[in-house]
């Protein structure tokens, strides 16, 4: 992904959020999901790490992508990927 990608709104009651990227195949090592809480980091095989302690995972293949925040996601604050 070399450009961002607005991916959902924080609603106030979820931490748990997911979906598939627009754009695949998917480079291992180069995706960042993010909210303007937590950063989370693509560790090159399929796992994320959360900044704040969050985790999630990349289908490297299909785009499908899923974190779970360290926290509820504030109500209107975007989730992006880059």
């Known amino acids: 992904i070399s450009y961002q ?14 979906g598939t990227l627009n754009v695949d195949p998917i480079l291992g090592g180069s995706l960042s999901i993010f909210d ?12 994320l790490t959360g900044d704040m302690g969050g ?6 293949t299909t ?14 604050d975007n989730i992006y990927a880059i």
């Open 55 to 60: 985790t999630g995972t990349i289908n490297y």
């Open 36 to 47: 303007s809480v937590e950063t989370f980091t693509d560790n090159g095989d399929g796992t």
């Open 63 to 76: 785009g499908a992508w899923s974190v779970d925040f360290n926290a509820n996601v504030a109500a209107g």
């Open 5 to 18: 990608d607005y991916l959902a709104s924080g609603n106030g009651a979820t931490q748990l959020y997911s």
